[in-house]
């Protein structure tokens, strides 16, 4: 900011982190209390030179306020100065404008090099009043000049940055809780749906893919602070035990993009949805996806490529029951057969069905010929009468051999 040069001959406020703090001098204490007497004039000067700044917040700021906040600043800085009690209404003036401002939007550095500004009015006008005797003795006091309005500029600075982080802690906790009833009404109340989208500035309409990760998953925290960066509609936040991601897509934003930045992230990831309503379904849906996720996993899985293991989880005992319904035959018959021989089976039914129900095909996977494959068919259907080439066994056996996995993880 541009300030007027001082005229020739002007007396200079030394620089008051090279000086040492001299004791009150009387002569200075009293100039500060006949200051008193010229706020006024002493606010329009200041006015002056921080219209330059003012005008980045001006509509943010009534004049009337700005005034008056000004006029209260100056009166406590020259009681300071002057020795004075401070009425209480004026010893709170730097906490209230630290925490108006932060309230109205009005960007800090602005705020402080506006307060900086206190210091070279007081002095100018110190300095007038001390008259050419007077100036020696007024320069062994700038020290306490300075630290005045320096207390000033710190109890802005410091309420300004307490109000900033109440603001934000509110702003998250009313984002968390607007996103939990979001779940909690499951789509159903259109004007919660409104509200949401309102607060978390996501769109009724948009499309959003959701993922989960059990636990406390930093990696997925880490993924949330990477989109932010790129304006992206999100929200992050813990439900029950697990991370919880919400990300609205857009022509920049791409399903494909978001799954780049979850690479290494170990989640459940469900179908992107077209509406807000649709959102507690797919985080129910990733949630159930992250529910299967082998131990050692590294990376996203999605609800496409789940789907069994999904099914069979959300089963509980029934899976459990089916696996033992239709694989109990390689383990209880009589007689029982070897534990390898059972698990040659398993692995060989598991190859064909995974495949394309070629015996040729499962053959070559298995480097067997494919008449071992035929017998190794034939003595599995023998075994628990489920017929891994017969359409309705083949779907029990691949749920049965999915739960059978999942009682082994």
Known sequence: MHTPTPPPGALLPPDPHTVEPPAPDPHVIALARECL???????????????????????????????????????????????????????????????????????????????????????????????????????????????????????????????????GRRTEDERRLWFSRLLDTEGRNPTVVRDVARALGFQVPGQFLCAVAPGGEASLRKVANSLRALDAPLQQQAVASDTVLVVQLGPRLTWEAVLT???????????????????????????????????????????????????????????????????????????????????????????????????????AALYCHRNTIQQRLNRFADLTARDPRRPEDAALIVLALSAHRMQQM
Do not use: K
């Open 261 to 363: 930045h979850l690479r290494g992230t170990p989640c459940g990831v469900a179908r992107a949805v077209t509406g807000l309503t649709e959102v507690p379904r797919a985080v129910a849906l990733a949630t159930a996806t992250a529910r299967v996720l082998p131990p050692d996993a590294t990376e996203p899985h999605r609800l496409e490529d789940n789907w069994l293991d999904v099914l069979v989880h959300r089963a509980g005992d029934l899976g459990r029951d089916l696996a033992l319904d239709v694989l109990d035959g390689l383990y209880t018959g009589s007689p029982a057969i070897p534990a390898a021989e059972a698990e040659r089976l398993l692995e060989t039914v598991r190859v064909h069905l995974s495949g394309s129900g070629s015996v040729a095909d499962t053959a």
């Open 37 to 167: 007497e010229e706020i006024d004039s002493l606010v329009d000067e200041w006015a002056t030179y921080v219209g330059p700044v003012r005008a980045s917040y001006s509509d943010l700021v009534s004049r009337h306020e700005f005034r008056d906040s000004a006029w209260q600043a100056f009166e406590l800085l020259l009681r300071t100065v002057a020795q004075l009690p401070v009425p209480e209404h004026i010893a709170g003036v730097s906490e209230r404008v630290g925490e108006g401002r932060a309230r109205q939007g009005v960007p800090l550095d602005a705020l402080l090099q506006a307060a900086r500004v206190d210091f070279r009015v007081v002095w100018a006008a110190l300095v007038r009043r001390a008259g050419e005797e007077g100036r020696a003795q007024l320069v062994t006091s700038a020290y306490y000049v300075w630290e005045a309005v320096e207390r000033h500029v710190t109890g802005i600075m410091t309420a300004y940055q307490r109000t900033v982080l109440e603001m």
